[in-house]
T-cell receptor
Framework: DAKTTQPNSMESNEEEPVHLPCNHS???????IHWYRQLPSQGPEYVIH???SNVNNRMASLAIAEDRKSSTLILHRATLRDAAVYYC??????????????FGKGTLLTVNP | NAGVTQTPKFQVLKTGQSMTLQCAQD?????MYWYRQDPGMGLRLIYY???????DKGEVPNGYNVSRLNKREFSLRLESAAPSQTSVYFC???????????FGPGTRLTVL
């Protein structure tokens, strides 16, 4: 499986934008890039995913490099509720119904008031 | 719409005891998953069920069995608990169209 590399931790101030990087230099042409986050003492929750083009939703934006070897999750205005571990995950859709996600250690985001 | 529910929330076992972790989802999803998360680590896949009637091993299946009872329910059984199975266990189901996994709140299991 292609692997991802994320910083162990990052810090941000409330109401400022946050850019969470992810490197995936061995990504294959069919791998989707997924982001999940895990709030303290909760199960992970889906944030966003994309293949080649930048993606936006109500939670965040995903910027994907042209060569797809890296991506950045962007939280436009961090709130205290965004403090969580953020996971960048590659998913190979060729598994069909055997859809699986492989979680790394992720990035612990601290948001300062 | 409760999403993914798990019972129990907490459990303490002695080495060698058995127990079943229950998971149910009300979103009509075909695929369901069991993960474990050890302190400071990411989640690791134990077993998954792509559809009712099928189950497959994940990354760390040893010491566990699963049953996909019906479309809603996917249980995880520890036949003879060991201290190495002390962990937080998460169940998830997958929305096929949106390619999202939805996770339950977790079961915190301690094996003494």
């Amino acid at each position: 499986d292609a692997k991802t590399t994320q910083p162990n931790s990052m810090e941000s101030n409330e109401e400022e934008p946050v850019h969470l990087p992810c490197n995936h230099s061995t990504i294959s042409g069919t791998d989707y890039i997924h982001w999940y986050r895990q709030l303290p003492s909760q199960g992970p929750e889906y944030v966003i995913h994309g293949l080649t083009s930048n993606v936006n939703n109500r939670m965040a934006s995903l910027a994907i490099a042209e060569d797809r070897k890296s991506s950045t999750l962007i939280l436009h205005r961090a709130t205290l509720r965004d403090a969580a571990v953020y996971y960048c995950i590659l998913r190979d859709p060729s598994g069909g119904s055997n859809y699986k996600l492989t979680f790394g250690k992720g990035t612990l985001l601290t948001v300062n008031p | 719409n409760a999403g993914v529910t798990q019972t129990p929330k907490f459990q303490v076992l002695k080495t060698g005891q058995s127990m079943t972790l229950q998971c149910a989802q009300d979103m009509n999803h075909n695929s369901m998953y069991w993960y474990r998360q050890d302190p400071g680590m990411g989640l690791r896949l134990i077993y998954y069920s792509a559809s009712e009637g099928t189950t497959d091993k994940g990354e760390v299946p040893n010491g566990y069995n699963v049953s996909r009872l019906n479309k809603r329910e996917f249980s995880l059984r520890l036949e003879s608990a060991a201290p190495s199975q002390t962990s937080v266990y998460f169940c998830a189901s997958r929305n096929f169209v949106l390619n999202e996994q939805f996770f339950g709140p977790g079961t915190r299991l301690t094996v003494l």
